[in-house]
């Protein structure tokens, strides 16, 4: 099979048909422009994107200071927790104490004394009664509070 020989066209109008090359120069006119506005389409979308890549990098920048500064608040707040916690277990050992003198203040005189029960904080949290609350001559050394006759 051998192809049609077709004569090579130069982009000159050397006696070619004047309608042709008015087609050809529209063409290529018309691609030109295409060719523009993709250029110009995709400069917009490098644009786009870049604005959205530096909206994205300040918006991570702000959650990561957010999750740092909540992460320093957790380890406050453990650390507060632990002290309420040794707190809380130095206070219940106070009142187991307490509680031992009232039961010897119960034997010795006789008389029927209230002793609560301490739970254990640490276990059951949500049990935890609500203050205790002492009486002010509890804690008076000497012949008065407990041991007052």
Known sequence: MSSIPRPASSGSSEGGDPAMDERKRKRMESNRESARRSRM???????????????????????????????????EMEAANDILRAQTMELADRLRFLNSILEIAEEVSGLSVEIPQIPDPLLKPWQIPYPVMASPDMFLHGNQGLFAS
């Open 41 to 75: 389409r995709k400069q917009k979308q490098l644009e786009d994107l870049t604005d959205e890549a530096s909206r994205l990098q300040v918006a991570n920048e702000r959650l990561a200071q957010s999750i740092k500064a909540k992460e320093e608040a957790y380890v």
